[in-house]
């Protein structure tokens, strides 16, 4: 068992939880996700990393309520425990030797890009960071984010926090003006990604996205994470994004399809969350 030893509510849909696991805090690095049950009779999920501190022992976990599992995990308590947390999982982002990078992260996808910003800065990397939401109510991470950057850009789809537009707004301007990073590293949702890339490919700038949405059973294999790449030889072959990922070449991936497969379980997944949430209201969960 592992005991929940923080839980906070970042906005109204995303929660953050410091979880007491130390044998995972030892080896986890950002990019990297874990595995977990909320209780005996629960699916496994996987869930991104977004912090963890060795000393103490415990790996934070930030996660939108967007399903069952992660309703009843939400309806935990902090000092109450979760049955299973396993990892870490998954490659970790590549850090060593980057010297200039742009992290550009979208929505809940921010917790996962913090992560990744602030170990580059603690490695001396100059972090240049682009993050958006769709308005201010929905902003996590602001303070975290300023910390571990040189400059930040803060972008909100209606205007109300920071400047009005999307992502690739401030990146687009950026590469226009002839300013080049090491990587650009995109995380968010994969239209997002996808958007990104066809900001940075036409000057041939190196970029990094985390295929992270579309993972499910965070083993390879429930299949559902297959993701089709692309060689610069126009071969395309089947990768898994938890066992091969979560990180790809952004240039290599095939977005349209990776987009079309994450919508295939969208009704089932609702129809799920509702009836727990209807188990929660009524104490059967």
């Known amino acids: 068992m592992y005991k929940i030893v923080e839980k906070r509510e ?25 595995i ?7 699916e496994r999920i996987p869930l991104t990393i977004a912090g963890y501190d ?59 890009a913090y992560p990744v910003a602030k170990k580059l800065h603690e490695l001396g990397c100059e972090v240049t960071s682009i993050i958006g939401f769709r308005n201010k109510d929905l902003v996590i991470l ?19 926090w920071g400047e009005q537009g999307v992502v690739t707004a401030p990146l687009a301007k ?31 700038q190196k970029t990094i996205v985390s295929m992270n949405p579309i993972m499910i059973d965070g083993t390879g294999m429930c299949g ?13 072959s089947t990768k898994f994004a938890c066992v091969d990922g979560p990180d790809f070449d952004a240039f290599t991936v095939d977005f349209d399809e990776a987009m079309s497969r994450g919508r295939m379980y969208a009704d089932f997944e609702q129809r799920a969350r509702e009836a727990t ?3 929660l209201k009524k104490g059967e969960v």
């Open 10 to 34: 970042l906005n109204p849909t995303v929660t953050f939880m410091s979880i007491d696991a130390p044998l995972v805090a030892r080896k986890a690095e950002p990019g990297q996700f874990i």
């Open 277 to 279: 949430c209807n188990l």
């Open 174 to 204: 950026l590469l226009e003006s002839g300013e080049r990073f090491d990587v650009v590293i995109a995380i968010g949702p994969v239209i997002m990604m996808k958007f990104v890339t066809l900001t940075t490919k036409p000057y041939n």
């Open 36 to 42: 977990l049950r909320v209780d005996d009779d629960g």
């Open 224 to 236: 559902g994470c297959r993701l089709t790449v692309v060689d610069n030889e126009g071969k395309r």
């Open 142 to 160: 602001e303070d975290e984010f300023a910390r571990a950057s040189g400059r930040l850009f803060k972008m909100s789809d209606d205007g109300s």
């Open 54 to 112: 060795r000393q103490v022992g415990t790996v934070d976990i930030i996660f939108q309520i967007v399903g069952a599992t992660t309703a009843k995990l939400n309806a935990k308590k902090q000092g109450e425990y979760i049955t299973d947390f396993v990892g870490p999982l998954g490659n970790p982002t590549e850090t060593e030797g980057v010297k200039k990078s742009a992290i550009v992260g979208g929505g809940v996808g921010c917790a996962i």
